[in-house]
């Protein structure tokens, strides 16, 4: 499947499943490292379950803000770490 993203660049996407995304977040970034998986949850239930930042607080045993500043440091790694076209904010843009 091709889509455009929001600079109008061509994207193919692959017909990978789950089992390949996972796999290549391990054997690219996390890898054994139960931080980095520990973060990958939280986004995940972030974005993928909607949970608030009161839910993850409690589930995880951190303060919000802890929480909070985890979620911007993983996407901003895992943006580095693949490559992935920059946010408008991050450009200057609006």
Not at 2 to 30: C, E
Not at 49 to 62: K, Q, Y
């Amino acid at each position: 499947m091709t889509v455009i993203n929001r600079w109008s660049q061509k994207v193919i996407l692959p017909r990978l499943g789950m089992d390949d995304f996972w796999r290549d977040v391990r054997l690219h970034y996390a890898g054994a490292d139960a931080q980095k998986w520990k973060a990958l949850a939280m986004l995940s239930l972030r974005v993928n379950a909607n949970w608030s930042l009161d839910m993850l607080s409690e589930t995880f045993g951190h303060e919000k803000g802890h929480i909070s500043r985890t979620l911007t440091n993983l996407c901003r790694e895992l943006k580095s770490q693949f490559e992935a076209a920059p946010d408008e904010e991050e450009i200057g843009g609006s």
